[in-house]
């Protein structure tokens, strides 16, 4: 299929477990201008298959909304934990043996989960690009050789990964060094692993235009440096790159987002915190954008609440919930939303790896192992802070915004999170489709643990 539109040989295949893995495809499947589809459902799965997918979803979406209450809360968190359990990674050693979970997603293998992307990439597509691990799986137990699977987060379980790892077809796209350690820990080949970064949306990087992403990151950082504190700190180091942002005045107040996940396991958050920013908010101190996603309900509980604060009567531009119908819409929605953000509130999950674009990541607790992993390695590079008590959030926020310590969290993620993820992914995916075999190009092979 050498030489044929790239289009034309790519299927991105997705599962709504979670807007981590839809996040992740829906930036691929843009910037290779194909459909973004759904392995869980139609055209792709059969009723059957369906039906399988959402046993396999409800499950895990049902776990994340208990885990987070009090009492029973604590036994459901225990198992969502179980579920997602990701070893120890030091001592470094051996964790190639196949688990519990990898032997019960066989089973489900074998009862059809994942034949209709297999079905789809043997009719014609030649490689198949997907960011969930049982598509990847399916397709390389059947025996398809050209296989993209793209990790979403920094650290990851055995499920990902085949019961046989040296024997397995998928190539793996790691976002961060730990996840491509981790894999050589389970047994995956060095030659299968890529280390890439996070797929981020094109329209968020200013890919081209440097001028604007300079410019557009010099406005982020004076309006979470009001005082001028962080930019006093680190005057020599600005001086060098950025040096129109030592005097720049904010022409606004800065934007918080407050995004949560798409279970809206933490919805109920914002019960505590909005008292606390109200008074920020009538005086035009700060934006605010509550992300309730495709969730309604969640809507309604954010619009009751500022209702019941008396904020609902204020400007879009100062307080707005952001609620879509479609996931297509919700997403281009989003990243609109991103593109204004200064400080993104969310759980630990896929949305870690937007503090790449310079946005200070604020973690609200993580939900499951895989981030609790991805607050550590956000933290470990000065790119994220945990929350404070949400009942104060207006006095620990201002706090943060005087003493610069946002902005320097703004600055390390620009600085440290890897941003070329995209491109390299896209560049990967050209390579497989234009060569006879999976092997990986020389300057994006993983050098190994």
């Known amino acids: 299929m050498a030489g044929e539109p790239l289009a034309r040989q790519v299927l991105v295949a997705a599962v709504d477990m979670g807007y981590g893995h839809l996040r992740a495809a829906a930036a691929l499947a843009s910037a290779l201008q194909v459909p973004l589809l759904r392995a869980d459902g139609p055209p792709l799965a059969s009723p059957g298959e369906t039906r399988l997918w959402n046993l396999f979803r409800a499950a895990y979406t049902g776990l994340s909304r208990a885990s987070q209450g009090q009492g029973l809360g604590r036994v459901m968190r225990w198992a969502l934990e179980s579920i997602t359990e990701i070893p120890r990674l030091y001592p470094y050693r051996d964790l190639s043996s196949p688990n519990w979970s990898v032997r019960l997603l066989d089973v489900m293998l074998r009862a059809g989960l994942g034949k209709g992307v297999v ?20 397709a390389a137990r059947v025996g398809l050789d050209k296989v993209v699977c793209v990790i979403t987060d920094s650290d990851i379980a055995r499920a990902w990964v085949p019961a046989q790892p040296a024997q397995g077809r998928i190539l793996y796209c790691a976002p961060s060094h730990r996840a491509a350690r981790r894999l050589r820990a389970y047994g995956v080949p060095p030659e299968a692993i890529a280390l890439t970064g996070f797929p981020l949306p094109l329209e968020l990087l200013f890919e081209g235009q440097e001028e ?54 933490q919805a109920s958050m914002a019960r505590q915190f909005l008292p606390s920013l109200a008074p920020l908010l009538r005086q035009k101190k700060l934006r605010l954008t509550l992300v309730a996603g495709l969730n309604p309900q969640v809507a309604q509980v954010f619009a009751e609440l500022l209702q019941a604060l008396g904020l609902s009567d204020l400007q879009p531009e100062a307080v707005r919930i952001l609620l879509e119908p479609t996931w297509d819409r919700y997403w281009h929605s989003f990243n609109r939303t991103l593109a204004e953000t200064d400080i993104l ?27 609790v992993l991805n607050r550590r390695w956000a933290m470990e590079l000065g790119a994220g802070l945990k929350q404070e008590h949400p009942a104060a959030a207006g006095q620990w926020l201002s706090h943060w915004l005087e003493d610069g310590i946002l902005a320097g969290v703004a600055w390390s993620g620009f600085r440290r999170l890897p941003r070329q993820g995209t491109s390299r992914i896209l560049r990967l995916v050209q390579h497989v489709a234009d060569s006879d075999s999976a092997n990986l190009p020389g300057d994006v092979l993983y050098p190994g643990a």
């Open 119 to 138: 079905a789809a990439c043997s009719n014609g597509k030649g490689v198949l690009v997907t960011t969930f691990f049982a598509p990847a799986l399916a």
């Open 212 to 265: 604007l992403q300079r410019q557009h990151l010099m406005e982020r950082l004076a309006r979470l440096d009001p005082e001028g504190t962080f930019r006093r700190q680190v005057r020599q180091e600005l001086q060098q790159v950025f040096p129109g942002l030592l005097d720049m005045q904010p022409s606004k107040p800065p934007h918080l987002t407050f995004a949560v996940g798409g279970a809206g396991a």
């Open 345 to 371: 509130w969310t759980k630990p999950s896929e949305l870690t790896f937007y503090g790449a674009l310079g946005i200070a990541l604020i973690f609200a607790p993580p939900v499951g192992v895989h981030e």
